[in-house]
C-alpha cells in the first residue's frame, strides 16, 4: 500500500540549525531516498518552495479568487513529501523515523495512507 509521508517545516526551526545540522538533514534524506530505492519502497519525493510564494483560489460568493498563500500566520508548512509503497503502516512508520526530521525538534512527519493515485507513473 502507498503511503505519503508528509514533512511539516517550521520555518523558525530551520533558521537555528547550524550549518553542519543543514548539511547532516541532506545527507540523511540522500540515505532516507538509497535506502527505500534499494528496498524497493520509493516511488518519489517533492520538496515546496516557502508558502510566500503559494497562490490559493478559494471561492468567495461563489466566484473564484487568487490570494497569495493561506496560512500566514501559521509557522508550520509543508516542506515536501516522500512516496513510498510498503507493506504495512508499521513499515512506513519505521520509514518515516528514518527521515532526518524525525530527529529534530519542531519538525514532523505525517504518514497518510493514499486512497488514490493518477499520473505519477504508479
Do not use: C, W
Not at 502507498?2 to 538533514?25: N, P, S
Not at 518552495?49 to 478559494?58: E, H, L, N, T, Y
Amino acid at each position: 500500500m502507498k503511503y505519503l509521508i508528509l514533512m511539516q517545516v517550521d520555518g523558525t526551526v530551520l533558521e537555528q540549525l547550524t550549518e553542519e545540522q543543514g548539511q547532516q538533514i541532506g545527507v540523511g534524506h540522500n540515505e532516507f531516498m538509497r535506502v527505500t530505492r534499494e528496498s524497493g519502497e520509493f516511488v518519489g519525493t517533492q520538496a515546496l518552495a516557502d508558502p510566500s510564494q503559494s497562490k490559493v483560489v478559494r471561492s468567495v460568493g461563489g466566484t473564484p479568487e487568487v490570494t497569495d498563500g493561506p496560512f500566514l500566520e501559521a509557522k508550520e508548512f509543508l516542506g515536501g513529501y516522500y512516496l513510498v509503497d510498503v507493506e504495512s503502516e508499521a513499515r512506513a512508520v519505521e520509514l518515516a523515523q528514518l527521515i532526518p526530521d524525525a530527529r529534530i525538534d519542531g519538525l514532523a512527519l505525517e504518514i497518510r495512507p493514499v486512497m488514490f493515485s493518477d499520473g505519477f507513473g504508479v
